[in-house]
């Protein structure tokens, strides 16, 4: 399964809301992750199974969607969102992830 | 505190051998499924492979761009993941991350608890 990620940049303002799109080349039910990865950093997990915030993440950081179309929310970005954010399916073999959304500061 | 650490990157010939160890602390390694991921220069995340727990039969899933090239092992006696790399090609260079899930419910498939990376560079 493919994951297409959009855009590949964001570039906003700290408080700013940010929209990340993730389309899956087939249906994933609800099974696809968000990760935040910054320079030089392991990937860290943020929402999983579409919509479920990980264990210690903001509740600024909300995911939605479903089979295809799924979306990353960041209400208001603070100073350390700023980073490269990827998503991930587990529906089908192999595991696969996308292309990633750097957001910038503007 | 849970933990992995990788170990064993570094510079190869192209056709070459290397062995990653990942040493878990903090959790019941012998319960865990542990994958591998790795990530070219630049580039995005790419899944590598995994292997089961002993008690849900050891057995091993790679990526295609490495089957029959990459081995994956484990020591739960020593808390250690290993991964096994022959032949190996210049495209193979990446930081390679271990990581697993404490996620019920994700049959192991959302990854958590990662190590900090360990790079490894194929020269030609």
């Known amino acids: 399964i493919v994951l297409t990620q959009s855009p590949a940049t964001l570039s906003l303002s700290p408080g700013e809301g940010a929209t990340l799109s993730c389309r899956a080349s087939?249906?994933?039910?609800?099974?696809l992750a968000w990760y935040q990865q910054k320079p030089g950093q392991a990937p860290r997990l943020l929402i999983y199974d579409a919509s479920n915030r990980a264990t210690g993440i903001p509740a600024r950081f909300s995911g939605s969607g479903s089979r295809t179309d799924f979306t990353l929310t960041i209400s208001s970005l603070e100073p350390e969102d700023f980073a490269v954010y990827y998503c991930q399916q587990r529906s089908n073999w192999p595991l696969t992830f996308g292309g990633g959304t750097k957001v910038e500061i503007k | 505190e849970v933990q992995l650490a990788e170990s064993g990157g570094g510079l190869v010939k192209a056709g070459g051998s290397l062995r990653l160890s990942c040493a878990a602390s903090?959790?019941?390694?012998?319960?865990?499924?542990m994958t591998w991921v790795r990530q070219a220069p630049g580039k995005g995340l790419e899944w590598v492979g995994r292997i089961k727990s002993k008690t849900d039969g050891g057995t091993t899933d790679y990526a295609a761009p490495v089957k029959g090239r990459f081995t994956f092992s484990r020591d739960d006696s020593k808390n250690t993941l290993y991964l096994q790399m022959n032949s190996l090609k210049t495209e193979d260079t990446a930081v390679y991350y271990c990581?697993?899930?404490?996620?019920?419910?994700?049959?192991?498939?959302?990854?958590?608890?990662w190590g900090q990376g360990t790079m490894v560079t194929v020269s030609s």
């Open positions: 903090g959790f019941t390694f012998s319960n865990a499924w």
């Open positions: 087939q249906s994933v039910s609800s099974y």
């Open positions: 990581t697993t899930s404490s996620i019920v419910g994700t049959n192991g498939n959302v990854f958590d608890i």
